[in-house]
Every structure is written in C-alpha cells, then in structure tokens.
C-alpha cells in the first residue's frame, strides 16, 4: 500500500516538474512570474523525495 502511493506521487512529481516549465514557455498559459515556475518546480522536487522515502517505508525488509 505504502509503496504504491510512493510511486505515484513520484509519477505525479515527475509530470508536475515539466509542467511547470511548460507552462511558463507557453504565452497561452504564462504564469504571472517566474516564481510561480519556480515554486511549483521546489514542490515537484520536495514530493519526489517524500514519495521516495514512502516508497522505502514500503518495501520488505531484508535481514
């Protein structure tokens, strides 16, 4: 259970990081500021870590 959603939420991580540079590329979604990109990229990269360590809360124990 644990390390199915630390999977997903690096998947989502994964998809939110290009998203966010997209978004700023594109003049059809332009963020405000570059700060909107690069909060959204901090998050992306802090929910990868926790979706990381939940996914080793997750796996079997060896030893």
């Known amino acids: 259970m644990l390390r199915n959603l630390g999977k997903s939420m690096q998947v989502l991580a994964l998809m939110l990081l290009p998203a966010s540079m997209l978004m700023q590329i594109t003049s059809a979604m332009r963020a405000n500021s570059l700060s909107v ?21 997750g796996s079997p124990r060896v030893g």
């Open 37 to 57: 990109m690069l909060l959204m990229m901090l998050f992306g990269i802090a929910l990868f870590g926790v979706g990381r360590v939940v996914e080793g809360y």
